[in-house]
């Protein structure tokens, strides 16, 4: 099994910095905080570290940590310390911020900061989810997480020392070479997590706090501009691919850093940043105008070449689109098809796998599984299923012949919630006469692949006693049944369960505990990659390019190429022949191709489709009847609000304007 060598030097460093340093805490921060700081570290309270500069394994001053290879290195996991965790739902926002998830309704247990953002509680006083401030603990209701200027701020330092060649002398010159283009990525990407919630932000190139007056923030095209630069300084620097993988797996790779700079400008180009006359009369105290009203449309060149380097970049080094083969349990094609999409998530480094989050390892695989039929296990505690899609996202997905539900002319779904029974034909998605909704039949592999719900298939390798895919594992979901409403704490609110997320080869069927396979999160995929390129050359003119792109997906998944699937199946059928269309038929490609992984959240504010997306209700099935027919029948869950231009961007919070008047707050807080 790969060891992963970066996690645990990143662990072993948090339990060694123990002893803080006070650099930094000067007057500019106030007389009171430092007051607070010396009482508290007075008192042995290690959670004081989090407010200060730290520096690894107890040594005492920054200079000392930059004397020898050994304590720099250790600076420098200081450094990739910060990456999200976005392998704990509990950290990602984009899982549960959004309209794309949701947990029950009744019982707060799972509850976090994210999800009260979904529920409209996100506030200027104590923002939520708050990545802004570096002073306070908390960041809002509790919120413990990354500071991204702390983070910033120590990429900073890093690079100060390690740019000057008379410090760390035992450094040879291409390793000093790739640690400074390594921690220019992470300045980089940690600006950019920042302007993605924020938009406009200060552009911290050197080592000054958040908190000092010339901290003002920046235009929008500005931010983009010094973010791109400093990615295209980093590819100079860094690997094309890992070499030795038993240590360095997660280590930022030049396909890495030309894939976040795609992301970037696939953000520049889109509406919520291009042209956006929602902020027209956004500006800094001093007059400067933080938004361009102005539409560019070399920013979607810019994304489109950017994204053609990242993929030519990615297949170069080995990175390709994953099909599940070598085969040796015989399985059925329905099958195979779904471990195409499963697998391309939850794949331990697999090969489509261009950026795993070697610090994050996704560990909510019990809050994504529930129960299952035929399987001894039944503690509601180890499987709780308790991560639901709302029925608006079941909806979303094609039927089998690559159409959404409402164009397809060959299947009716007016009538979603009819009652229907399953054929043997359907084994491999639906168990055998079983009787459930009429939106769980016809649909395409990725359906079946994504969710589960009450009479479908959960296919896992230990299901069967030979691993086969006949008589494997199924759900029962009505109220009192194994998956079903009634448990004390956990329950799926909607009855679509996120089978997408579990590793088929976590082990479930025991009486002990099941063991969760985990894997490194997938941060960015080569579909995501495809998909952004395909996105940019529809709004560059080159529909044709764009649809070979697309297409490479459709066909992993089994479907039908675009222009073949609209002309025989669609009601609109020269749908993908204008740009409008297509721009349509590639984003909701992009939401069923990566659905469950914190993509449509940001996709949805970029598009400036938030406003309309999340303001429809959530809406589950009945889950409180125990008959057929009233489980499968359409109840709202809760009524989601999303107030225009506001909630579009973070609010930066009292806190943070106050202690530094020259910050203005975003619109509408």
Known sequence: MIKDNILSKISRLNEATKKPSLKGLKSKRGSRYLKCILLLVALNVSSCKDYLDVVPDNVATIENAFKLRNEAEKYLFTCYSFLPKNGDGWYNVGMFAGDEMWLPQASQAQWHAAFRIAQGQQNKDAPLFDEWSGLRKGGGNGWEHLKMFRGIRHCNIFLENIKDENKVPDLTIDERERWIGEV?????????????????????????????????????????????????????????RIVDENSQLGRITQPIALAVKAKLWLFAASPLFNGNTDYAGFANHDGTVLFNRQYDQTKWVKAR?????????????????????????????????????????????????????????MNNEFLAMPPVERSPHNDRG??????????????????????????????????????RTAEMSERYYIEPTYRTARLNFDREPRFYASLGFDGSIWYMKDGNATGADENTFYIRSKNSEKAGFGDYMNWN??????????????????????????YPWPEIRLADLYLMYAEALNETGEAAEAIVYV????????LKGVAESWSTYSKNPAKFTNQNGLREIIQQERLIELAFEGHRFWDLRRWKLAGEELNKDITGLNITSKTTEGYNSERVVFSQKFIV???????????????NPNLVENPGW
Do not use: C
Request: aromatic share 12%.
């Open 184 to 240: 220019e990525f992470l300045k980089a990407f940690y600006h950019f997590y920042l302007f993605r919630m924020y938009g406009p932000i200060p552009i911290m190139d050197e080592n000054s706090p958040i908190a000092e007056p010339n901290a003002v923030r920046q235009p929008v095209d500005d931010v983009v501009t010094y973010i791109s630069d400093l990615l295209d300084e980093s590819v100079k620097k860094l690997p094309p």
């Open 493 to 518: 609110e909607t009855g679509y369960f996120i089978k997408k997320l579990v590793h088929w080869e976590s082990t479930t069927n025991s009486t002990s505990a099941p063991a969760w396979k985990g």
């Open 551 to 558: 297409d490479k997906l459709r066909e992993r998944a089994g």
């Open 382 to 419: 180890q499987t709780r299923g308790a991560w639901a899609a709302p029925l608006k996202i079941a909806k979303m997905f094609y039927t089998k012949n690559g159409v959404p539900i409402e164009e397809d002319k060959t299947l009716d779904y007016s009538d979603y919630m009819a009652v």
């Open 645 to 659: 231009p506001r909630d579009y961007l973070w609010p930066i919070g009292n806190f943070d304007t106050r202690r």
């Open 305 to 361: 070449d950017a994204a053609k380097a990242a993929i030519e970049a990615a297949e170069a080094n080995g990175h390709f689109l994953y099909t599940y083969k070598n085969d040796v349990l015989q399985l059925s094609d329905e099958i195979k098809t779904q471990l195409n999409i499963r697998n391309a998530v939850t794949g331990r480094w697999g090969p489509e796998a261009i950026w795993a989050l070697s610090n994050s390892y």
